[in-house]
């Protein structure tokens, strides 16, 4: 919440958005809400302005982008209505903010996934197409070479033309795997020999200005999976790279075992819970801009100069490991290269001697510990919720602090709350947290967080010594800090 | 070696370009070709025709061509039944799974050249040794 003048300065803010924005109070208050607004959303947002200053309005909504502190963007419900004086006169704005971050991060996820779905039918439906018409004019031309057999001239132009047609075949095959159509062959694969395979094809072929290394640990989990593909794939994830990396650079060919867990899948669409053998390439090229890394992925979507790429490469690479029942990931800023996560169903049957977790090693605990879990995500909520119950806490949920002080009162105990550092209700986690202790001295406390130590708290403050839980966070590691919050504060 | 001249093939394809084309090169080889534009009507001509060979499309409005070729299979297991697709990959050549559980012989990606087809026909009608 703030109070803002009617030249657009923060007369007051509250902690909690503070926390939401990275700024210190004292440092919000130096500055107007036009300094931290996105230019994109400027305009709409200063003709409410004017609109409540001239009456029109009594009150707007709207949802827009700031610019955090560290950088990035929070979206966020802006909701304004203007104070005035008796005489009618304006005093100042009243601003309610709320985060809505990761259900826009949801949103475009969703839009980005119905785009590529309709995207691989329409290319899939296009090759086939197009391999009709090819059909056509492929037989055609057969029977128009043979008859022309006596003259050199007509039989070279058939022959480009015939070469044409192979070279367009290939064009809509690459389409057919996009849209999730080609034939696989899976088979058992030993994932790292493929890797370090790659590895050694690759620095004989990408040259000594690329530096290419691996990361390859002993025990990867049994993959089944088409090798060649996978090898494909690699190759041209490197070829990527090495556009990438004109200068040189290095590219860095990584596995490992990965479980994704539903607090992952609650946060990505079109992926399943499960253990997956991640293979990463990674290089130290240009990287890519945002709206470049949106866009990345889609068919005939390419950086490179007209007709130096197809721009089907990385949408190949999707279609495999898709078809495959894997998920794929890029993480790329410009100027600090590119990072391409593979994650590739671990195939059942053949036994690991890893385990994922170390969660097996935490003690269980004892009969009765109450965790109270306050999260205004929903979904979130629903999923600490579910996990510690099942693993014998009782626990009981709420949205936000005031609720949560409401349960406090009538439980009969409470050893944990596990609580959002950003809450709606004027009420965020350190103060809730603050106000849990003075009425259930005994009970600790875990933090859940998006945002670093620092960011979350501000400059310093009383809860330095707070555990802290980052989102997104693992089913293993939330498990794991609740029970080291548990013991800690009992050995100390 | 060619192949002989009363080897009747039959064509199922909605495409009448890509029929009339197959046909010329059949012809053209030897072969008496029939065609067909759908599924129902192919599995009449091939009922009245006889057909050692059929050449059916897999993707056709109404009867799917695996449809078509099950009913195919289940009144002959000597017809020779290649598949031909647009939407099958290159490399699928042999084994376009749907079809060639309902009984198709092989699958041929479209587009294919003409002596591809010849050489596929020759193999497959070649008399055991």
Known sequence: MALVSIEGRFIKVNQSLCNMLGYSQGALLQIGFQNITHPDDLETDLGFVQDLLQGRLNHYDMEKRYFHKKGGIIWVLLSVSLLRSGAGDPI????QIQDITERKKLEQQLRQSQKMEMLGQLTGGIAHDFNNLLAVIQLNLGMIRERLRDDPEADEMAGESLEAIKRGANLTDQLLAFARRQSLQPEAVNIGTLVSGMASLLRRTLGETINITTNIPAGLWATKIDPHKLENAL???????LHAMTEGGSVVLEASNTVLDEFYVAKHLDVLPGDYVMVTV???????????????????????PVGKGSGLGLSMVLGFVKQSGGHLTIDSEPGRGVRVNLYLPRS???????TATHYQEIPPPAPGEMVLVVEDDQVLRGLALRILNDLGYQTIGAEDGPTALTILDSADHVDLLLTDVVLPKGMNGPELARRVRSRRPAAKVLFMSGYPRDA?????????????LTKPFSKEELVYMVRKTMVERNES | MGAKMDEKVLIIDDDPAFGRALSSLLRAKGYTVFAAMTGPEGVSEFQRTGSRVVLIDLIMPGT???????????????VVIIAMS????????????PAVRAGADICLPKPFEGNELINLLETFLKPPP
Do not use: C, W, Y
């Open chain 1, 92 to 95: 100042h704005f009243v601003s």
């Open chain 2, 86 to 97: 647009g939407a099958i990959p290159l490399e699928r050549r042999g084994a376009g799974r």
């Open chain 1, 348 to 354: 059942s049957g053949e036994a690991s001697h890893v």
């Open chain 2, 64 to 78: 799917s061509g695996v449809e078509v070729i099950q009913q195919i299979r289940e009144m002959s297991s000597n």
């Open chain 1, 456 to 468: 979350a708290f501000g400059d310093g403050g009383p809860e330095d010594s707070a555990q802290i």
């Open chain 1, 235 to 241: 190759l041209n994830l490197a070829l990527n790279s």
């Open chain 1, 282 to 304: 990674t290089d130290t090229g240009v990287g890519m801009s945002p709206d470049v890394l949106e866009r990345a992925l889609e068919p005939f979507f390419t950086t490179k």
